[in-house]
């Protein structure tokens, strides 16, 4: 018997090298489909059921937790994680239920995956596919989401590279294809796009509001319309900046 297997990625050249490394399994594994964003991994899993999902952990959309969140346990798939990030959290899996496989993913390391997912497809209930020894809690205590997001941020000077940390930046703000981030005490420029930043970055700790602005929820001290009647943040460092809220936007700085 097959197992359905689902490959979710955002990056199509990803899930056609997972689907290539996967052919040797092709007596085990049956690929029934594939998601490009985690919208789409929540729909297809509800229509095609899989026994299995190589799920990404970041997606512009939403990440891997959100996705699970909104899966109902009885219909839940065994989860291998798929990700360039390593961390503590990460390594715990390899003794766990969940597996993952950190990118770029190697051939060895993903046949000690298949063999994994061998011994808990033989154990599921009946019933669930829920490995009968899988925790929610437990795995929820593990894992710490924001250590996926990036934590620093590069900045050359010269011959010489600083780090910013992500906590210290109030904004972020792209001006042609160059983007300035602002800390209490110091500008730096870097060459980063603002919306690869926005990819990388915890969206719980920075909100997008304009099409050149991503600002730190936590620098936002007030929310106000403007003399045009348009919406603006005004944040709380010294200078009390204000900045406006693109119509695009909008909806989502009131939800803040």
Not at 1 to 15: F, G, H, K, S
Not at 116 to 145: A, C, N, Y
Not at 148 to 171: A, C, H, M, S
């Amino acid at each position: 018997m097959q197992c359905r297997t689902l490959i979710v990625d955002d990056e199509p050249l990803a899930r056609m090298r997972m689907r290539s490394m996967l052919e040797p399994y092709a007596s085990e594994f049956e690929v029934v489909g594939e998601a490009g964003s985690g919208e789409e991994a929540v729909q297809k899993i509800r229509e095609e059921s899989p026994d299995v999902v190589f799920l990404d952990i970041q997606m512009p959309d939403m990440n891997a937790f959100d996705v699970l969140q909104k899966i109902n346990e009885d219909e839940m798939p065994l989860i291998v994680f798929t990700t360039a990030y390593e961390n503590f959290a990460l390594r715990a899996f390899e003794e766990n239920t969940v597996d993952y496989l950190l990118k770029p993913i190697e051939e060895e390391r993903l046949a000690n995956t298949v063999e994994k997912l061998r011994k808990r497809l033989v154990s599921l209930d009946s019933e669930s596919q829920i490995p009968l020894d899988f925790s929610w809690d437990k795995f929820r205590s593990m894992i710490d989401p924001s250590g996926f997001f990036l934590q620093r941020v590069q900045v050359k000077i010269g011959d010489r590279i600083l780090l910013v940390n992500v906590d210290e930046i109030i904004r972020f703000h792209s001006e042609e294809k160059y983007t300035t981030v602002y800390t209490p005490t110091n500008q730096y420029v870097i060459d980063t796009p603002l919306v690869d930043l926005e990819k990388k970055l915890d969206p719980r700790q920075f909100v997008r509001i304009h099409r050149a602005h991503l600002v730190a929820i936590d620098s936002i001290a007030e929310i106000r319309k403007s003399d045009a009647s348009r919406l603006c943040v005004i944040l709380n460092d010294k200078e009390k900046t204000q900045l406006l809220v693109s119509r695009n936007f909008v909806k989502k700085v009131r939800n803040l």
